[in-house]
Nanobody, 116 residues
Framework: QVMLVESGGGLVQPGGSLRLSCAAS????????MSWYRQAPGQERELVAL????????NYIDSVKGRFTASRDNAKNTAYLQMNSLEPDDTAVYYC?????????WGQGTQVTVSS
């Protein structure tokens, strides 16, 4: 059974930075594209960033472009989301998702709160 465990969330002031990690196990991580989603209270879960299996290609929603960077280390079976210049609107639970064809798995989420 696939396991994805996020970490790195927390409370940060506006303008601050956090790096989220998504540690994967029990599957061939390098086959899977990895995505980061977030869900704020009362809102739909939204795709934030995606990184292909090789890590060559990344995509971001407009609101985080230039501030967030998705990366991965296939040797460590871990995906990352570096978040800089955080804003209060970035407050949400962040989830990582692994996908290979029809195989989709989610992590449990990590809370990110941006507040002064």
């Amino acid at each position: 059974q696939v396991m994805l465990v996020e970490s790195g969330g927390g409370l940060v002031q506006p303008g601050g930075s956090l790096r989220l990690s998504c540690a994967a196990s029990r599957f061939t991580f390098s086959n899977y594209a990895m995505s980061w989603y977030r869900q704020a209270p009362g809102q739909e879960r939204e795709l934030v960033a995606l990184i292909t299996s090789t890590g060559i290609t990344t995509n971001y929603i407009d609101s985080v472009k230039g501030r967030f960077t998705a990366s991965r280390d296939n040797a460590k079976n871990t995906a990352y989301l570096q978040m800089n210049s955080l804003e209060p609107d970035d407050t949400a639970v962040y989830y990582c998702k692994a996908q290979w064809g029809n195989n989709v798995d989610w992590g449990q989420g990590t809370q990110v709160t941006v507040s002064s």
